[in-house]
């Protein structure tokens, strides 16, 4: 079991995240016993319910079973979700607990955040993205029809609580969509300002079998090391008015294609690996890392065998990007790699990208 801590200073907040592979029995009265109140509302994704509902052991009065896919994280949900709450009439004291992968985290997160200004949160990610990105850092929101994670917020969860076990029945392409932003941080390990030296871009090459063979340990370590990671740039910012931009290295032509394709062609972690190209290319152009770092880069990524996504049109694209909540006026924020494992941000015309 390893037993990580995230200190938000500006908010005064500490919370432990745990990963371990102990049965998933035990999960129940590990995470009811950090509940202040009497009650609690599980969100739960329909497909996690099914595979682990009963091992879980958690009521059908205490449970809202939340449909699989983006889709799902919308308003109408947010809204059940919510009035489940207030019909089971949960209190200040009691907790909001997440179990599934991003859009649940999201969901049931923002509601947290909402409901009564505010009532404890509890993450339990399921799947590989949940655990090494979207558990952990406190962004929560649902979309709108004018697109993603538009209505949110940032609030931090009590616990998280990572079971590898889980891992177990992924699914290969949600697998690999998880392995997309495992691979992000390759990139960006130098800039994420983590004290402890971690060299993930060894502890990827020498393992890569491993990891694709979903060997429990391993993904455990790769957890662990990816969570420093963000734990080190969240605790650096949080509300991402600086250093927390990295993050989305490979995600300004993702969230553009994801945008162009309505979010259902194509997985997130697909899109990024596609950005996190992109993005290699465009900084070889405009001269800020050579050939052979961006040679490396590609056979890092050709070595997980990620879908190959075509290339779009550019102006769906630039109209995609610029729409982002994430561009300034009329620049569009890329974040592009400068040298191995650092990243640094850009402010760049239309022309300057294609
Ligand atoms: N998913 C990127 C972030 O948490 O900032």
Redesign the pocket.
Known sequence: MVNLNINIPSQEKNYPIIIEHNNIEELKLKILSCVRGTKFLVVISEKVDKLYGKILGFNKSEKFVLKDGEKEKNFNNYKKIINKALQMELTRQDAIIAIGGGVVGDIAGFAASTYMRGIDFIQVPTTLLACV??S????VAIDSEHGKNLIGSFYQPKIVFINTNFLKTLDERQFKTGLG?VVKYIFIEKSCKCKEELNFTNFITENTDKILSKDLKILEQLIEICIKL?IS??EHDEQ?EGL?KI??FG?TYAHAIEKITKYKKYTHGEAVVKGILFAFNLAEKRGLIDKNYKFFAEDILRKFDFKKLPDFPKEKIISAMKSDKKATSNKIIFILPVNYSLVDEFALDNEEIF
Do not use: P
């Open positions: 990105d979207s952990v850092g406190g962004k932003e963000k740039v969240v991402e927390r993050l989305n995600h």
